[in-house]
Nanobody, 127 residues
Framework: QVQLVESGGGLVQAGGSLRLSCAAS????????MGWFRQAPGTEREFVAA????????YYVESVKGRFTISRDTAKNTVYLQMNSLKPEDTAVYYC????????????????????WGQGTQVTVSS
């Protein structure tokens, strides 16, 4: 069992930055692939970024490449999402999630494969 708690959301102007954190409980944090998803009102929850168990591989949705960076600190059981050059269209509730290793193509993008989810943190970007 893994519990995930996000923090770091807030209100920021366009062009600004935020760093989201996701603290995980449990001793098996390092065994999970970690992902960030977001959901704006009236839309489906969408993939944002993911990081493999040993940080060897990182994946991003096209719209955030070059602006967002995912990382993890195994000693702190925490995964981060550094968000720079924020845009109003980045406004959403951001969720972190954990899943077992997967090897199928783009499996990390599929929210159905994630076993554990946090409660979400709101990010609002004003224009």
């Amino acid at each position: 069992q893994v519990q995930l708690v996000e923090s770091g959301g807030g209100l920021v102007q366009a062009g600004g930055s935020l760093r989201l954190s996701c603290a995980a409980s449990g001793r098996t944090f390092s065994s999970y692939l970690m992902g960030w998803f977001r959901q704006a009102p009236g839309t489906e929850r969408e993939f944002v970024a993911a990081i493999s168990q040993r940080s060897v591989s990182k994946y991003y949705v096209e719209s955030v490449k070059g602006r967002f960076t995912i990382s993890r600190d195994t000693a702190k059981n925490t995964v981060y999402l550094q968000m720079n050059s924020l845009k109003p269209e980045d406004t959403a509730v951001y969720y972190c999630a954990a899943r077992d290793y997967c090897s199928a193509y783009a499996c990390y993008e599929k929210k159905e494969g994630y076993r554990y989810w946090g409660q979400g943190t709101q990010v609002t970007v004003s224009s």
